[in-house]
């Protein structure tokens, strides 16, 4: 049993957990995930190590509480305890002195991002971060990512905070104003990855996306997680799941997660649905 030592509220629905897990604490690397299950009948799901403290023994997830499983998550204590979490899993972020590294999350994709923009850092780089969110409400790790930034910036889409606009708006400002930028990192929803994508395309810039399609174990066996990238079937959970932007068919991941969304939804509303006949007699 791997126990909950906090859990704290970051924004709506989302919580920053801390977990014991010792081994995995000393061996995480940027870029990784964990798999767990929630109770013992639960399915599996991956989540981005957003931190680790070899010390402690624990690490840290960062949790949107969208799908069944995510909301039961959240919804435990500290103290509380999981059965099973697996990890670390995945191929670890490559890093390296890249000179001007920008770092880019949208909405609980800055949990991903910051991790690899303080190795990023580490690494030598001058880092600029963008962090995106709806609104002022759902911005998260404000402070975190703007330790380890030479500069950061925040954006809404409605303007109620920081740069009003998309984080791919303000990455085209930064490189219209003449910035030589070398490599870019960006994590999110999808059609923002994409959009980012499209935006570095036309200069060259290197850039990696984090990708997060359907996982089942998280090994390469189940095959559930593959991706088209360069025309080339991969498997995220080992062979990424950071990948070259320029070469990922958003298309086909976007299609591939949308197969399962009416289960998903069914599941959804089962568990939010409380029972009234509890305690009557």
Known sequence: MYRIVSSKPLAENIKKIEIEAPRIAKKQQAGQFVMLRVNPTGE???????????????????????????????????????????????????????????????????????????????AGNHVITINGARTKELVILEKE??????????????????YHGFVTQKLQELIDSGKKIDFVLAIGPIPMMKAIAEVTRPYGIHTVVSLNPIMVDGTGMCGGCRVTVNNETKFACVDGPEFDAHQVDFSNLADRNRIYQTEEKTSSEAGDHQCRLHGSH
């Open 145 to 162: 990512m703007k330790s380890v930034s030479d500069e950061a910036y925040i954006t809404t889409d409605d303007g109620s905070y920081g």
């Open 44 to 122: 599996r799901i991956p989540l981005t190590i957003a931190g680790s403290d070899a010390e402690a023994g624990t690490i840290s997830l960062i949790v949107q509480g969208m799908g069944k499983s995510t909301k039961e998550l959240n919804s435990l204590a500290e103290g509380s305890s999981i059965p099973d979490i697996v990890g670390p899993l995945g191929t670890p972020s490559h890093i390296e002195n890249f000179g001007t590294a920008v770092s880019i999350g949208g909405g609980v994709g800055t949990a991903i991002a910051y991790p690899t923009a303080v190795a990023l850092k580490k």
